[in-house]
Every structure is written in structure tokens, then in C-alpha cells.
């Protein structure tokens, strides 16, 4: 069944690739109009939904647009995120890499436990390593790609991960994470539009797979349709370090 799933995401994968355009100015001009012109485009039933009124508020002291740019990278970062993650979940509960993932010569653990068992067996070396990739990717994000953009708060288009150029050109080759190949550089403003705006539903979507998963293996019964593949786990899937390190020990 997992398998199956895999199938239907492979039909729109092209919606997963992030809209890209030119340099923004260093202007910001994405206020709440923006948001509700974009949540009719991806839902047109619901259509917008802020029941925290969350794109009223102006978070840290920062104005209203900035904190509307800040909300809209988190949720396209977290959708990304997890469009990840629920692809992983199920190509690790099917597959895993038949070489050794350790020097020592230790095999990836066996697709015959669930991923998040499958994550507790990772030895913890590998998985700083993971945090560490991640927390430089950030890093990254936050400061524009060594200043080639401006901050996503401060007039950068929502989402637009910096180029590698500036890494590229005096630390080491690393190809860009989007597009890489220049392949989409000729793109319609339109197919841009509509890609943005699968992107979201898609991302949003992941967000409730990946975390019908989790409950499903950890709490038996909770998600009714995938009781026949659940595989019960008792861990903890939100304390990644769990029984390795810990800050209180």
C-alpha cells in the first residue's frame, strides 16, 4: 500500500519544486491582501483562514509586512520539510541503502522496523552529522546566501533559498538547490504562479501525511485508514536523541 503511495506522489512532483524568479527588490510589499489573493488561489472553498489572526500581529517590534514574510517562509519551509519526510517515511518502510553506513562496516538498520526506529538506530555520530548539514543550510537562509539576497523579511520573495555562489567561489563546488541545472530559468510568470501555489497545498498536505504516520505507529487505532500498515512504536517520535543524549543528564 505504502508503495501505491508512491505512485501517486511521482505524478505531481513537479509541484514540489519551489517558484524561483528574479532578484527581488529589497522592498517589502506582501501584506495580508497578498495572503488572502493566494489562500483563494490554493483553496477556493476555504479560502482564507486566520482564526489567531496571526497576519494582524507584528511579532519582535517588526512590522506587519515582515512578519507576514516571516509566517509565509515558515510555512513554505515546513511544507518542504515535510514533503520530505513523508516521501522518506515511505521509501524507508520499503527500502533501504545496501551498502554500509558506517566505516566499521555496519549495515543501515532494516526496512523491517518503522522509520522512527529506523532513526533511534542511527548511530550518534550520524546523526549530528544530519544536524549539522542542517543547521549550516540555515544558516545559509537566514543571512541571503552570504548577502547575495536581501532577508526574507526585508523584501526577498518567500521561500527563494539563496544560490551556493558565493561558497561556490571561494570554499568549495556545491551545486544550488534549486535548479541546479538552470533547466527552469525560462519559466512563465504563470507556471511560476501555479507552481507556488501547488507547492502550498502540497506542502500543507505533507504536513498532515507525515504526522498521520507518526500517530498511526505510536498511537494504535488513532488513524483508522492506516491501521493495516501502522508499525507500533514505543519511543518517543519528538525527542530525536532519545536514550543518547540529552541536555538534563
Not at 138 to 160: F, N
Request: with cysteine; proline share 8%; hydrophobic share 40%.
Amino acid at each position: 500500500m505504502k508503495l501505491a503511495i508512491i505512485s501517486s506522489l511521482l505524478a505531481g512532483a513537479a509541484a514540489f519544486a519551489p517558484t524561483q524568479s528574479g532578484r527581488t527588490p529589497t522592498s517589502v510589499s506582501e501584506g495580508k491582501a497578498d495572503l488572502e489573493a493566494i489562500a483563494a488561489k490554493a483553496n477556493p472553498f476555504v479560502k482564507f483562514y486566520d482564526p489567531l489572526n496571526l497576519s494582524d500581529q507584528e511579532f519582535w517590534g517588526k512590522s506587519n509586512e515582515e512578519t507576514i514574510a516571516w509566517l509565509r517562509q515558515s510555512e513554505i519551509k515546513h511544507g518542504r520539510i515535510s514533503m520530505f519526510a513523508f516521501v522518506g517515511y515511505i521509501v524507508q518502510s520499503n527500502f533501504v541503502f545496501p551498502w554500509a553506513q558506517t566505516l566499521a562496516g555496519a549495515p543501515h538498520p532494516s526496512a523491517d522496523l518503522s522509520p522512527e526506529a529506523q532513526w533511534d538506530a542511527i548511530p550518534l555520530g550520524a546523526k549530528w552529522q544530519i544536524f549539522a548539514v542542517i543547521s549550516m543550510l540555515e544558516l545559509w537562509d537566514e543571512c541571503g546566501g552570504g548577502g547575495a539576497m536581501p532577508h526574507y523579511t526585508k523584501g526577498r520573495q518567500p521561500g527563494k533559498y539563496p544560490p551556493f555562489t558565493l561558497f561556490r567561489e571561494n570554499v568549495h563546488f556545491v551545486l544550488d538547490l534549486y535548479d541546479p541545472f538552470g533547466f527552469n530559468k525560462n519559466m512563465s510568470a504563470e507556471t511560476k504562479e501555479r507552481r507556488l501555489v501547488a507547492e502550498l497545498n502540497n506542502g500543507r498536505l505533507a504536513q498532515l501525511g507525515i504526522f498521520g504516520f507518526l500517530c498511526a505507529d505510536k498511537i494504535p487505532g488513532s488513524v483508522p485508514a492506516l491501521d493495516s500498515i501502522a508499525i507500533p512504536y514505543d519511543g518517543n517520535p519528538m525527542i530525536p536523541f532519545e536514550g543518547q543524549f540529552s541536555y538534563f543528564n
